[in-house]
């Protein structure tokens, strides 16, 4: 039997574990399914300094307290890689790379992101054998080396200065002008307060030459075109990520061109219902760990929400063989709290043959805008899942409305 939960986490980086701690406080039976170790990319930075409260700290130590947080909430970790959504009906199906099938009411996506190759001669051959695509050693490990680095955003000038501690020479490849650098203003503080970088601006690689081993990269200038060669035992390609997305191929959740998941910034909901999405495989602008703990955090308030939606809707309010009576209100509308006050009334004379049903369109707006409520208060009038009338005026009139529509037999 396939095995079924509330929630299903695509993804265990820091979008992941935020989503699924998020979940599993909520009372959901909550499954994460990460194809490696849980953590993602910020298992493998080697200072983080921007978390709130976490103080200065490197990424392995932050992520290990993420994953201790989540399992004693008691999420189930899956290792293994998915490969395929169908996320259409009540229950959407995660299918894993081994064919696995699970299920789950809710799903949040959040597979982040993978280093963006450079597409050069020289870099698949040489691949693993000086071309490196995340900094995984500690700087020691580079003593009295050359390298480069190719990249001018924040991680790329994160490895720079790491690397700068004990590399003989460190070069940063970048292509923008060094006052047009994408990395922020922390990060080119520390760039220039680090000493034996030194920074090749508005330049590009052309290719990555080496016998069996990286020795040197062909440079050209995107200023005058000139070419030339700078020796070096490793190249380090931190020029921006592109998206883990392409299992979601002909899911019908909507990519942007770059592959990027489209979701509602307020409340990381895709374009399929039940379906949300999470750090640095969202759209989005600013890609650190505080967001994309923040996007997984959010999206697991949404899902929640949504799951709690779809209860209300099918048990409470389409379920019941009585008539349901049901309030569309808000807390914040004076008339709306008389008109709750009224349907109490006009049930109990029913004598508990008509339920009432209270929703609060302040909390659950899908449902109002499922059934085409666009105002509050609103009442109407179900019987066996079937829409009988809507009343949305003249409310003094109701106990006379509800006798009027109410089914001949029940
Ligand atoms: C060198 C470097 C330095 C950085 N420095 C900082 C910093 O100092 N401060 C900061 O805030 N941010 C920093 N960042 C950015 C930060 O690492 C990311 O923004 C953050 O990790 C994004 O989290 P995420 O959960 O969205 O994605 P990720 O961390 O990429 O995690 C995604 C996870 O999903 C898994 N996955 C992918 N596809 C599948 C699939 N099909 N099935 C199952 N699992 C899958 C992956 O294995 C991965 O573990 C840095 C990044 C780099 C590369």
Not at 308 to 332: K, Q, R, Y
């Amino acid at each position: 039997m396939t095995a079924r939960f509330d929630l299903i986490v695509v993804g265990g980086g820091p979008a992941g574990l935020a989503a699924a701690i998020c979940g599993a406080r909520s009372r959901l039976s909550t499954l994460l399914i990460e194809k490696g170790q849980p953590g993602g990319r910020a298992a493998h930075i080697m200072q983080i300094d921007n978390f709130p409260g976490a103080g200065c700290t490197t990424g392995p130590d932050l992520v290990s307290r993420f994953r201790g947080q989540a399992e004693a909430l008691g999420v189930t970790f899956l290792q293994a890689e998915v490969s395929r959504l169908e996320p259409e009906g009540p229950f959407k199906t995660v299918y894993t790379r081994q064919g696995v099938a699970y299920e789950a009411r809710a799903v949040i996506l959040c597979p982040g992101a993978e280093p963006r190759t450079l597409g050069v001669r020289g870099e698949e051959r040489l691949r693993g054998r000086g071309v490196h695509y995340a900094v995984a050693d500690s700087a020691a490990a580079w003593a009295g080396r050359d390298v480069v680095v190719v990249g001018d955003g924040d991680a790329a000038v994160a490895a720079a200065v790491h690397l700068a501690q004990s590399a003989r020479k460190v070069s940063l490849v970048c292509i923008h002008s060094e006052d047009r650098m994408d990395a922020c203003p922390a990060s080119l503080a520390q760039l220039r307060g680090s000493s034996g970088i030194q920074v090749i601006a508005q330049t590009a690689v052309e290719e990555i030459q080496g016998e069996g081993r990286v020795e040197r990269v062909v440079l050209r200038s995107l200023v005058n075109g000139e070419r030339w060669t700078l020796p070096a035992d490793a190249v380090f390609v931190l020029a921006g990520i592109t998206p883990c997305t392409d299992f979601l191929r002909g899911s019908g959740i909507h990519l942007d061109a770059r592959g990027y998941i489209i979701a509602d910034p307020e409340t990381m909901a895709t374009s399929v219902d039940g379906i949300y999405a999470a750090g640095d495989a969202r759209r989005k602008w600013v890609r650190q760990v505080i967001t994309a703990a923040a996007d997984g955090a959010i999206a697991a308030r949404s899902a929640e929400r949504f799951l709690a939606d779809e209860e209300l809707v099918n048990h409470e309010l389409l379920g019941p063989a009585d008539p349901v009576l049901a309030v569309f209100w808000s807390p914040a509308d004076p008339l709306s709290l008389d008109v709750l006050q009224q349907v109490e009334q006009v049930a109990g004379s029913a004598g508990g043959r008509v339920h009432v049903v209270r929703i609060d369109c302040q909390q659950s707006a899908r449902v109002a805008q499922r059934l085409g409520v666009v105002e509050v208060p609103t009442v109407m009038l179900f019987h066996r899942g079937i829409p009988l009338a809507t009343l949305t005026e003249d409310f003094n009139h109701l106990a006379d409305w509800v006798a009027g529509h109410m089914p001949a037999r029940i």
